[in-house]
């Protein structure tokens, strides 16, 4: 049983080890490190006090036990995770570029999440579940785009929140099925938590005003767009604010968003009010820049109030 559900990826990270490196030269990478985007998340949502469950698949391997063994530690409930003799956990290369840009390598889509499909999927296991987290990084096979159209349906009957956090690649809307099933999750979810520009590719418009006065109409309750060091902005039907980033010494940025929404839903979970959720949020976010490996700078609550004004 777990207050927040999520589905989806579950990787090691590999890192390059210089800023500059390329794939296709020889270089020095480090990692493993515990990664997915959704485990960053429930990760984080664990750290911070809320009981919180990622419906996954591990292969029967060092990689996979790597990242249960993770979660666990992190007091995530590891009952939802299923490993799989049949394939192998995803991989994720990362290499750093010298405007700050990040290029990827996956191997996900023919690993262990790729059998993720909607027979992982149990009524049950949401009825007593107050938020489940989509994130576009997941919806990458049919299988697992079924499996969280079945959730959603779940969620509809069991008065589940959902929230969602596009996370995606421009790319990604270049292949229909994909860009349909986006915009089926965002006019199913009840939290939109987007990038600045992910807003934008998604509502094809730049006016962020105006997009987000769209989707509070058509019944999302909250929207909050992260702005990286800029800090992030807010809105509810009766509230607007931005919150202003943390200064902090920036070493790796991946998961900073993930962390940020897993601390944003968990503090929602606990009761605590949309401002200071918010506000907790950014501070964690900008703790998680200040660690290298995806989930390193995951953070503890008392960790986070001590360092929000
Ligand atoms: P990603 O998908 O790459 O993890 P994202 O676009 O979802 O990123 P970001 O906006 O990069 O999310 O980061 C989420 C939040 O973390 C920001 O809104 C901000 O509160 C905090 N944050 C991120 N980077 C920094 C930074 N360099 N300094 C301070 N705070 C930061
Ligand atoms: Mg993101």
Do not use: W
């Not at 959704?38 to 990689?63: H, L, R, V």
């Not at 918010?278 to 964690?284: D, E, G, L």
């Amino acid at each position: 049983m777990a207050d927040i559900l999520t589905i989806g990826e579950i990787l090691v990270e590999v890192m390059a080890k210089e800023v500059g490196q390329r794939f296709d030269e020889t270089g020095e990478f480090v990692g493993p490190f515990a990664s997915g985007a959704p485990a960053i998340f429930i990760d984080q949502a664990a750290k911070t006090g809320s009981t919180a469950g990622i419906i996954a698949k591990i292969g029967n391997d060092a990689f996979g036990e790597l990242n249960y063994r993770k979660l666990e530690q992190d007091g995530v409930d590891v009952s939802f995770i299923q490993e799989t003799p049949l394939k192998s956990t995803g991989v994720a290369f990362v290499t750093y570029k010298e405007d700050g840009d990040r290029d990827f390598i996956f191997h996900i889509q023919d690993s262990a999440s790729g059998l993720i499909g909607p027979d992982d999927i149990k009524k049950e296991d949401f009825v007593d579940c107050n938020y489940f987290h989509v994130m576009g990084t997941s919806l990458f096979s049919e299988g697992i785009r079924q499996a969280v159209k079945k959730a959603i349906d779940c969620c509809k009957e069991t008065g589940t929140k959902v929230s969602f956090d596009p996370n995606m690649r421009k790319e990604l809307l270049q292949d229909p099925i994909m860009k349909e099933f986006l915009e089926y999750v965002l006019n199913n979810c009840d939290i939109f938590l987007p990038g600045g520009d992910e807003l934008e590719l998604l509502l094809g418009t730049n006016d962020e005003e105006k997009a987000v006065a769209h989707l509070l109409e058509k019944g999302v309750q909250y929207v909050i767009v992260k702005n990286g060091s800029k800090g992030c902005r807010a809105y509810c039907k009766e509230a607007s604010f931005t919150v202003e980033s943390l200064k902090v010494v920036e070493v790796d940025p991946t998961g900073a968003g993930d962390c940020f929404a897993g601390t944003f839903i968990s503090c929602m979970n606990q009761g605590i009010g949309f401002r200071q959720s918010v506000m907790y949020a950014n501070t964690a976010g900008a703790l998680a820049v200040t660690k290298k490996g995806p989930m390193e700078g995951n953070t503890h609550m008392e960790e986070i109030k001590g360092f929000t004004k």
